[in-house]
């Protein structure tokens, strides 16, 4: 078994979970030392807007929590933020944490029933929203959080139904800021300035970008939103090190005319530390960012909202001859599959650690299903070799069943985005009178590209299982429908796809 992580100064309860040691108590006593030891340095950066020291971004939002406190948020009060990408939405979301509040970050991209439904169900006595002015009062900080203290409530973008809440605590989020600090070798002297191209409602963009920075004492640079000149613009002008984000971006960034250009080439060298999740990347991409940002360490994280963000990562010395990996556990981290198959070697996905949510909120039914006797059952099938190699091959409701062969759809997706003509993919079952499903692809293709069908076939045939391949084929340059979490909606594309005859 590798262990390629520092897994020094980690103890393990009673109740098997580890955790590591010496952590602050909460978020607040966390952004308290840096303020202490690093007043001056630059925390927060809004591209186009303000810039502020810890010391301002303390003083500011502890304001903010003392306008919590005169309009009546006491302690476990649930305040809800649906504000932009910006500085706002980290002074809304320290002061919430200064008064006392637990914060209940909304996805901006959600539908106005969901946002209704987020409000009501998490109890919300109070919103953050765009165009208002934050609470402003006497300064105030709430002190004696303890650890296992729900901090805030992430909602899940589920493909089905209205979102579920995970009640985050502040044990969670350290865990995770330490994890983050492990798992890229990032160094804690504040030289560190990253780039936020994603949303801070999301756990990558505040728990794994956000709260990281603010705790080494470095500078975190918030695009209000995407643009990809912007974003190539931004890593000269601030001085970038750090990118956190999904392979899309880095596809978009590396297509463009002016990437090779003299001045964001130069630019790029400046980059320390690359990582990439949160969907399937082409084996292709990844050697295309390893040549693109050479001086570059970078790795693949996975993870889940009830997992904090960071479950497992793929470090940079398995990055080029690993890319289908998502790597391997993260320091506090245990795995297991449940419902293990002997044949395939694939299971679902457990996952244990102080970095795994409390449940979640108001939720008791789906808490008691998904999380069991201390692990999480994150509904991923994997597998796991002797190495300690984590492969996620699929959700497992979207698993297909071809006549008693399992395929795994992320195992096909990932086979076919590796073409050249392929921008996007998603696998699903096509219901079959004889095999009971088979395997359906709708193909996006990229700008300019016009692929055959049996060429893509034929592409498949030399990677894929004869089974796996694709019985029918769907190209299209209309995007994939997604949830607002950026989820494709395989729901939508088995009710609403024509196939057509089979291809395969």
Not at 157 to 171: C, D, L, N, Q, V
Not at 202 to 230: D, K, R, Y
Not at 449 to 460: N, S, V
Request: proline letters at 7%; charged letters at 20%; hydrophobic letters at 45%.
């Amino acid at each position: 078994m590798i262990q390629p992580f520092d897994n020094h100064g980690i103890t393990r309860a009673s109740d098997g979970i580890a955790r590591y040691d010496g952590r602050p108590a909460s978020l607040v006593e966390m952004l308290r030392a840096t303020v202490e030891k690093t007043p001056q340095a630059e925390a927060i950066v809004e591209l186009g807007g303000e810039r502020v020291t810890y010391r301002q971004l303390w003083d500011r939002a502890a304001r903010v929590a003392g306008g919590l406190r005169a309009q009546g948020i006491r302690p476990g009060g649930r305040v809800a933020i649906r504000l932009p990408n910006g500085l706002h939405w980290c002074l809304a979301f320290f002061g919430a944490q200064m008064a006392g509040a637990i914060v209940v970050p909304v996805n901006t991209r959600f539908s106005e029933p969901e946002v209704a439904y987020v409000i009501s169900d998490s109890g919300a006595v109070f919103t953050f929203l765009p165009g208002q002015a934050l609470p402003d009062g006497p300064p105030f900080v709430a002190e004696h959080w303890t650890p296992r203290d729900v901090a805030a409530i992430f909602y899940t973008s589920g493909t089905t139904g209205f979102p579920k809440g995970a009640m985050t605590t502040h044990e969670g989020f350290l865990a995770n800021t330490e994890t983050c600090h492990r798992i890229m070798t990032l160094p804690t002297d504040g030289s560190i300035r990253n780039l936020v191209s994603v949303p801070l409602f999301h756990v990558t963009g505040c728990n794994s970008q956000l709260l990281p920075t603010c705790e080494t004492g470095g500078t975190t640079v918030i695009m209000p939103a995407f643009e990809v000149q912007a974003f190539l613009a931004a890593i000269g002008a601030e001085r970038i090190n750090l990118l956190v984000s999904v392979p899309a971006i880095y596809w978009l960034a590396l297509n463009q005319p002016n990437f090779g250009g003299p001045i964001v080439s130069s630019a790029v060298r400046a980059i320390k530390w690359l990582t990439y999740g949160g969907a399937p990347i082409a084996p292709a991409l990844v050697g295309r960012i390893m040549e693109a940002f050479p001086e570059a360490r970078v790795g693949n994280g996975f993870g889940l909202t009830e997992t904090t963000s960071v479950a497992t990562f793929l470090p940079h010395e398995y990055a080029r001859s690993r890319p289908d990996s998502v790597g391997f556990a993260a320091p506090v981290v245990d795995l297991k599959l449940f419902e293990l198959d002997a044949h395939s070697g694939v299971g679902e996905l457990l996952v244990r650690g102080s970095n795994v949510v409390k449940g979640y909120w108001n939720k008791p039914e789906a808490t008691a299903e998904t999380f069991v006797d201390g692990w999480l059952h994150s509904g991923d099938l994997a597998r796991i070799d002797a190495d300690g190699f984590v492969r996620i091959v699929d959700r497992k409701k979207d698993m297909i069943n071809r006549g008693g062969e399992n395929v795994y759809c992320v195992e096909v997706e990932s086979a076919l985005a590796a073409h050249p003509a392929v921008y996007e993919v998603a696998v699903v079952g096509v219901p079959d009178e004889m095999m009971g499903e088979k395997v359906g692809a709708v193909i996006v293709v990229r700008p300019g590209a016009k692929p055959d069908a049996g060429d893509i076939l034929a592409f498949a045939r030399e990677r894929l299982a004869d089974f796996k391949v694709p019985q029918y084929l769907v190209m299209r340059q209309e995007p994939l429908a997604r949830n607002p979490g950026g989820k494709v909606l395989k729901a939508h594309l088995r009710r609403n796809v024509d196939w057509g005859s089979p291809v395969g």
